[in-house]
Each structure stands twice: as structure tokens, then as C-alpha cells.
């Protein structure tokens, strides 16, 4: 066996390991994630970045800048939490752009690994949100039925006719892809109950807990709360928002008020390390579809 293979053995591996542990924590840890075992991990991507040649060890760096900043608004936003940003910059050290994939021949154009992954985790999570969350929301709601809003009925049925559309296009204008089309259709179901039924859902991610329960890195549901409330824990702490920090503990220690944080979130290191096997094994998902 050459050394150039072993290493690129090796780094599938490390791979492989290590987002299998981040989604351990995800799911056993209750979503937290040891800042040693964080930070090891980019250590380790940088060292296995280093055995790649100049060129591609200087773009592998590069990448990992943008996805850090990237994902750092992001999570100043609210939006992803900050275990994820180490992860998929650890992604992209690792592997910076699509190898070829063991299970398909199709062209990968040196796509950034890491677009195939976020790509499959995304794939991943539309089709499993639906019914994680729809079943956790209606758990909650007892025997009451669902109330559908029309305006997101015919919004989940515009949706749907844009996927068709895209079917269409893809079959005529493109190729046929049996698998392709397959694809379509699987994402476009659960995007059109995700869209009608978001409500539920929302309600299937939270809790309503006491300030005194809250974390850091913990979401809230700003989104799910009326004005008023938003506006009387704005009073209580001015960095309240839907990121949770130290400082904003800090201030609503002692405020005996409940508030809406997303506890139940989905394990998005689960996704990711699905996406991370689907990656190596077919590629960019997006390529599937269409060639």
C-alpha cells in the first residue's frame, strides 16, 4: 500500500470517527458538546490538512476560514449551534473537496466536500422533520385536531407544482434519472408538510421552561412568542434574543416567567454524519440528480 493511500485511508477514517462522536454527544449529551473535545478536533483537521500538497493545503485553510465565519453569523443569528460550526469546519479540513465517490462515477467537478454534506444533511433532515416533530406536536395537543391555515395549504400545493416543475424539467430537458426523480419527489413531500404544518412542529421542538433552566447556546423560539412577552424580557436583559449567552442568564436570574426555548431540538450531528457517509459513498446529491 502507497503512503499517499494510507493517509487518504486514514483521514476517511478520522472522518468518519470523530463526526460519529459529535453525534454521540448530539443525541446522549442533550446537544452539549466538551469544549476539549471542540477544539481537538480542529487541531486534528489542521495537522491532517497539512499532509496535503501546498495548493490544496492553502485552499483546505481557506475554506475552513469562510465556513467558520459563515457559520459564526450563523450562530449569532440563532440559527445553527455553535457545536456545529467546529464540526463542519473540521469537515472541511479533513477533506476539502469531493473525492471520488465509492458507489457512483459521475462527475464531482471538485466541488467542496462540505457543500456535499450540507447538501445530504439538508436532504436528511427535510425528510425526517415531519414526522419527528409533527408526532411530538400532536402528543402535545392531545385529542384536538390539527387546524390547517389555508394560506400555507395552497403556499405547501405552489411548492409542490415547483417541484413537478423541476421534475419536468429535469426528465425533458436534462436526462432521465430514475433516481433522480426519486429524489425530487422524496424532498418535495416532506417540504410541502413541513410548510403546511409548521406551526406543529415549532411546538413539537419546545419547551417552556423558567429562565433559571436556560443554557448557554440555548435557542428561543422568539418566533413563537407574542410582542408583549418578547418586549418584557427585552426589558429584563438588552442582549435577549433568540441566542442564549452567560450575560443574558445572568440578567433573568430571578425572573419567574416561562418562555419558550427549542429543547427538543433535531440532532443535526446525526444528519451531518449521515451526510458525511452518503458524501463519500455517491457524491454531491445535486450531481445525482442530474447526471
Given at each position: 500500500m502507497s503512503d499517499l493511500l494510507f493517509i487518504e485511508i486514514f483521514r476517511i477514517a478520522v472522518l468518519i470517527a470523530v463526526t460519529f462522536a459529535y453525534a454521540m454527544f448530539d443525541i446522549f449529551n442533550k446537544r452539549n458538546l466538551p469544549n476539549?473535545?471542540?477544539?481537538s478536533t480542529i487541531i486534528a483537521g489542521l495537522l491532517l490538512t497539512l499532509t496535503y500538497p501546498y495548493p490544496t493545503m492553502l485552499y483546505s485553510i481557506a475554506l475552513a476560514i469562510v465556513i467558520a465565519a459563515v457559520g459564526y453569523l450563523t450562530y449569532r443569528a440563532g440559527l445553527l449551534g455553535g457545536g456545529d460550526i467546529f464540526e463542519f469546519v473540521f469537515i472541511s479540513l479533513v477533506i476539502p473537496m469531493q473525492i471520488a465517490p465509492f458507489f457512483w462515477s459521475g462527475p464531482q467537478?471538485?466541488?467542496p466536500f462540505i457543500l456535499s454534506v450540507f447538501i445530504t444533511t439538508g436532504y436528511a433532515t427535510v425528510l425526517t422533520t415531519p414526522i419527528y416533530y409533527i408526532i411530538k406536536?400532536?402528543?402535545k395537543l392531545g385529542h384536538k385536531k390539527f387546524v390547517v391555515d389555508p394560506e400555507r395549504f395552497v403556499a405547501g400545493c405552489l411548492i409542490f407544482v415547483m417541484y413537478a416543475a423541476l421534475i419536468i424539467f429535469?426528465?425533458?430537458e436534462v436526462s432521465y434519472n430514475l433516481l433522480g426523480v426519486l429524489l425530487l419527489f422524496g424532498a418535495a413531500v416532506p417540504s410541502v408538510i413541513i410548510l403546511i404544518y409548521e406551526k406543529y412542529i415549532y411546538e413539537g421542538m419546545m419547551l417552556m421552561v423558567?429562565?433559571?433552566?436556560?443554557?448557554?447556546?440555548?435557542?428561543v423560539a422568539t418566533n413563537m412568542m407574542a410582542k408583549q412577552d418578547v418586549s418584557y424580557f427585552k426589558?429584563?436583559?438588552?442582549?435577549f434574543g433568540r441566542l442564549v449567552n452567560r450575560q443574558v442568564i445572568n440578567?433573568?436570574?430571578g425572573v419567574k416567567r416561562k418562555l419558550p426555548v427549542y429543547k427538543n431540538a433535531i440532532p443535526i450531528a446525526l444528519f451531518t454524519f449521515v451526510g458525511v457517509i452518503a458524501s463519500l459513498l455517491v457524491g454531491n446529491l445535486i450531481l445525482l440528480i442530474f447526471f
Amino acid at each position: 500500500m502507497s503512503d499517499l493511500l494510507f493517509i487518504e485511508i486514514f483521514r476517511i477514517a478520522v472522518l468518519i470517527a470523530v463526526t460519529f462522536a459529535y453525534a454521540m454527544f448530539d443525541i446522549f449529551n442533550k446537544r452539549n458538546l466538551p469544549n476539549y473535545f471542540a477544539y481537538s478536533t480542529i487541531i486534528a483537521g489542521l495537522l491532517l490538512t497539512l499532509t496535503y500538497p501546498y495548493p490544496t493545503m492553502l485552499y483546505s485553510i481557506a475554506l475552513a476560514i469562510v465556513i467558520a465565519a459563515v457559520g459564526y453569523l450563523t450562530y449569532r443569528a440563532g440559527l445553527l449551534g455553535g457545536g456545529d460550526i467546529f464540526e463542519f469546519v473540521f469537515i472541511s479540513l479533513v477533506i476539502p473537496m469531493q473525492i471520488a465517490p465509492f458507489f457512483w462515477s459521475g462527475p464531482q467537478f471538485n466541488l467542496p466536500f462540505i457543500l456535499s454534506v450540507f447538501i445530504t444533511t439538508g436532504y436528511a433532515t427535510v425528510l425526517t422533520t415531519p414526522i419527528y416533530y409533527i408526532i411530538k406536536g400532536k402528543r402535545k395537543l392531545g385529542h384536538k385536531k390539527f387546524v390547517v391555515d389555508p394560506e400555507r395549504f395552497v403556499a405547501g400545493c405552489l411548492i409542490f407544482v415547483m417541484y413537478a416543475a423541476l421534475i419536468i424539467f429535469t426528465t425533458y430537458e436534462v436526462s432521465y434519472n430514475l433516481l433522480g426523480v426519486l429524489l425530487l419527489f422524496g424532498a418535495a413531500v416532506p417540504s410541502v408538510i413541513i410548510l403546511i404544518y409548521e406551526k406543529y412542529i415549532y411546538e413539537g421542538m419546545m419547551l417552556m421552561v423558567y429562565p433559571s433552566k436556560l443554557e448557554d447556546g440555548d435557542m428561543v423560539a422568539t418566533n413563537m412568542m407574542a410582542k408583549q412577552d418578547v418586549s418584557y424580557f427585552k426589558s429584563k436583559s438588552k442582549r435577549f434574543g433568540r441566542l442564549v449567552n452567560r450575560q443574558v442568564i445572568n440578567d433573568l436570574k430571578g425572573v419567574k416567567r416561562k418562555l419558550p426555548v427549542y429543547k427538543n431540538a433535531i440532532p443535526i450531528a446525526l444528519f451531518t454524519f449521515v451526510g458525511v457517509i452518503a458524501s463519500l459513498l455517491v457524491g454531491n446529491l445535486i450531481l445525482l440528480i442530474f447526471f
